[in-house]
């Protein structure tokens, strides 16, 4: 029986990837006075893989890519004053509006009723806690686990830590590398609500001539019939596992 559902945030719960988007565009215009127009971005993409064991995940480790992935293709020449720029960018990005996606808070408070939430996301302690105040979603959450990593490992600590197994638990997210295949082979539950913009990392080839074992909503707005239907002869029962 189903006790408890986690969420993603970024592009599950509000926009996040367009931020990255056109800080990239940004950065291609600035590198255009240093370079030809053939500049694609691959190289940023690059740096910003080679040093996630470095800064992990968000825009931090992203600003500092930015500088780095300049000075590398402009042999050093970049000036003070567009790495300055670079700066000023990543500092705009931490400082964005938070804008949740269509029907999300409709949604959680639904069944912030029924089950116990957590939420659980990748990326900088500090950058996510924020986001999450300025999202106004923080009062339907029970838990929030920020990790460095979304794999087997993780999940698994995290329902240990809060002694769930996992044919209780549902996973709501956009990525299916991140959000529903570590939480399948723990033999979980995951709902994979995809985004537009999927950041090119996040990205998985899967295997078409095989079923799916996960389940693919068009909104997060249709997950509430979802659960209806699947557990419609089963109440949810408030949990107290989540409450210490």
């Known amino acids: ?97 938070v804008q949740p996606l269509p029907e999300v808070e409709a949604v959680l408070d639904e069944l912030s009723g029924d089950y116990p939430l957590l939420l659980i996301t990748k990326g900088d302690l500090l950058d996510q806690e924020s986001k999450l105040l300025r999202s106004g979603l923080g009062e339907y959450f029970h838990h929030l686990e920020v990790v460095s990593e979304k794999d087997t490992h993780t999940y698994s600590r995290i329902l240990r830590c809060h002694r769930i197994y996992p044919q209780e638990f549902l996973m709501v997210g956009n990525s299916l590398r991140s959000d529903i295949l570590p939480v399948l082979e723990l033999g979980a539950q995951a709902i994979h609500i995809p985004y537009p913009q999927t950041w090119a990392y996040e990205h998985i080839q899967l295997d078409d001539s095989k079923p799916k074992s996960y389940v693919q909503l068009e909104s997060i707005a249709e997950l509430p019939e979802w659960l209806e239907a699947q557990w419609s002869e089963s109440s949810p029962v408030q949990d107290d596992r989540l409450s210490a």
């Open 1 to 97: 029986m189903l006790e408890f559902i986690a969420f993603d945030a970024d592009d599950t719960l509000w926009h996040n990837e367009p931020h990255f988007c056109e800080a990239q565009e940004q950065f291609k215009r600035l590198m255009h006075r240093y370079l030809d127009d053939s500049y694609d971005g691959n190289h940023l993409y690059e740096t910003e893989v080679r040093n996630l064991s470095h800064y992990g995940y968000g825009v931090k480790g992203f600003g500092l890519s930015m500088v780095e992935t300049a000075i590398e293709l402009t042999g050093g020449q970049i000036s003070a004053r567009d790495i300055r720029a670079l700066v000023e960018l990543t500092k705009e990005m931490l400082k964005a509006p």
